[in-house]
């Protein structure tokens, strides 16, 4: 969460390094989100639905990232911008594709369900 620049709103140091640790472990493991978000739960730091939201979005920041950089890896320069049930700025990235690698991708707000495909020329 620190080398994404994430910080999460009302939140000690603390709590956010332990958050993170959950969330890399979790990730780590193949975990789906919902256990994730149940050991943040039991860390005592969120309510239920605040950790869900924690899990769901800050799971798909970090498979987001590793997939810019297998996309950098493998020497694709562009991608789509994939929308499910779109918020109105989400639905405004999808209409903008392509979008170069490097531009800022999912997610964009919390609880963001948008992804990423690779442009093949």
């Not at 950790?51 to 920041?61: L, S």
């Not at 999808?94 to 020329?121: K, M, Q, S, Y």
Request: with cysteine; charged share 20%; proline share 6%.
């Amino acid at each position: 969460m620190e080398n994404a620049g994430v910080t999460l709103k009302g939140v000690s140091d603390t709590t956010l390094k332990a958050v993170g640790d959950i969330l890399g472990q979790g990730l780590e493991q193949g975990l789906p989100y919902k256990d994730i978000a149940d050991s943040i739960y039991n860390s005592y730091a969120f309510s239920y639905e605040r950790a869900q939201v924690i899990a769901t979005t800050e799971g798909n920041r970090a498979a987001i990232a590793a997939t810019m950089d297998s996309y950098t890896s493998a020497g694709i320069s562009q991608w789509d911008w994939n929308t499910y049930d779109p918020c109105d700025e989400c639905a405004a990235m999808g209409e903008a594709n392509p979008h170069d690698v490097g531009d800022d991708a999912p997610p964009l707000h919390p609880n963001c369900e948008c992804f990423v495909t690779p442009v093949i020329n």
